[in-house]
Nanobody, 127 residues
Framework: QVQLAESGGGLVQAGGSLRLSCVAL????????MGWFRQAPGKEREFVAG????????DYADSVKGRFTISRVNAKNTVYLQMNSLKPEDTAIYYC????????????????????WGQGTQVTVSS
């Protein structure tokens, strides 16, 4: 398993930007696809973005496509989520997660496919 720690959340006005970081401890980070999920109060956890282990394939929820960018630097054991043009509806706790399956060419949108989770970081977007 991989230990994950997110940072970079905060309070921002609508239209602003934030960059989330997720640092991993564990030997399998570089060969696991990674995902960002979020959970707003009273709602289920939802997929935001995913990236495969090489960084060559990415996937985004329709609600964030064109505004958010996921990336990773395996040499730093870190995955990022650049969030631009933030909206109040982006307000949530954001979690990074490492997949159970290694060396996958794709990614997954199902939380059940991820075996390691960070503690989350709060993102609040004011209108």
């Amino acid at each position: 398993q991989v230990q994950l720690a997110e940072s970079g959340g905060g309070l921002v006005q609508a239209g602003g930007s934030l960059r989330l970081s997720c640092v991993a401890l564990g030997r399998t980070f570089s060969v696991a696809h990674m995902g960002w999920f979020r959970q707003a109060p009273g709602k289920e956890r939802e997929f935001v973005a995913g990236i495969n282990w090489t960084g060559g394939y990415t996937d985004y929820a329709d609600s964030v496509k064109g505004r958010f960018t996921i990336s990773r630097v395996n040499a730093k054991n870190t995955v990022y989520l650049q969030m631009n043009s933030l909206k109040p509806e982006d307000t949530a706790i954001y979690y990074c997660a490492a997949a159970k399956t290694l060396y996958s060419s794709g990614t997954s949108r199902s939380p059940n496919d991820f075996g390691s989770w960070g503690q989350g970081t709060q993102v609040t977007v004011s209108s």
